[in-house]
T-cell receptor
C-alpha cells in the first residue's frame, strides 16, 4: 500500500505565485489533515476535513485554502505565496477522531523567495 | 492558544543508555497523549499513546509515564540504539472535540 502520497516533494516559488499541494490516501480513511512543520515549532494544523464534503480551519489557516476533492484526495492551495509560508507541509489521514492514529505522507518542502 | 511544552530540544545519549523526553500541558481536561517518531525525510509515525486513566504504558523498550497531578508525561527509551535516532513529538488534546496540540519536538541522537 502506498499510504499517503504527497506531490510535489519539493517546490520553489517566488513571492506572489500560487500553487497547489496534492495529497491522496488509499486507506479508505474518513479524515484528512494538512500540517506545516517549522523548526522549533512542532506541527501546526492548517486545515482538516473530518469527512468527505467538510473542511475546517486549524490553528494557522491564513493564506491557505483547501479542497476535499473526494474521499481519497485533499489539496492545499496557496493563492499568493509569502516567504512566511516557507515550510515543510505534511498531509495526514486517519479513520476519524483525534485519538485515531495519524498516517502521514513524506512531506512537501516549499521555499518561497 | 493552549500549549504543550516539550523538553529538551535536543538530546545525545550513549548506546545502551536511557533516553528521557518530557512534556508538560496546561490543564486537566487534556485526555489523550501520543508520542510520534519522525526519521529524516519522512513523516511522523505513531510510536505509543496513553490515556490519563493509567500512569504508565510500556511497549518494548518504549515507556510512557504519566503524572496527572503534575500535568506531565514522559517518553523513556530503554537500552537506546542508534536506530532510535530521530525526532520525537509529544501531542495532546484538551478534549474529544479538539484537534491535537503538538510539542516542538526533540531531536535524539544515539551515539554508538
Amino acid at each position: 500500500n502506498a499510504g499517503v502520497t504527497q506531490t510535489p516533494k519539493f517546490q520553489v516559488l517566488k513571492t506572489g505565485q500560487s500553487m497547489t499541494l496534492q495529497c491522496a490516501q488509499d486507506m479508505n480513511h474518513n479524515s484528512m489533515y494538512w500540517y506545516r512543520q517549522d523548526p522549533g515549532m512542532g506541527l501546526r494544523l492548517i486545515y482538516y476535513s473530518a469527512s468527505e464534503g467538510t473542511t475546517d480551519k486549524g490553528e494557522v489557516p491564513n493564506g491557505y485554502n483547501v479542497s476535499r476533492l473526494n474521499k481519497r484526495e485533499f489539496s492545499l492551495r496557496l493563492e499568493s505565496a509569502a516567504p512566511s509560508q516557507t515550510s515543510v507541509y505534511f498531509c495526514a489521514s486517519n479513520t476519524g477522531g483525534t485519538t485515531g492514529e495519524l498516517f502521514f505522507g513524506e512531506g512537501s518542502r516549499l521555499t518561497v523567495l | 492558544q493552549q500549549q504543550v511544552k516539550q523538553s529538551p530540544q535536543s538530546l545525545i545519549v550513549q548506546k545502551g543508555g536511557i533516553s528521557i523526553i518530557n512534556c508538560a500541558y496546561e490543564n486537566t481536561a487534556f485526555d489523550y497523549f501520543p508520542w510520534y517518531q519522525q526519521f529524516p525525510g519522512k513523516g511522523p509515525a505513531l510510536l505509543i499513546a496513553i490515556r490519563p486513566d493509567v500512569s504508565e504504558k510500556k511497549e518494548g523498550r518504549f515507556t510512557i509515564s504519566f503524572n496527572k497531578s503534575a500535568k506531565q508525561f514522559s517518553l523513556h527509551i530503554m537500552d537506546s540504539q542508534p536506530g532510535d535516532s530521530a525526532t520525537y513529538f509529544c501531542a495532546t488534546r484538551p478534549g474529544s472535540n479538539y484537534q491535537l496540540i503538538w510539542g516542538a519536538g526533540t531531536k535524539l541522537i544515539i551515539k554508538p
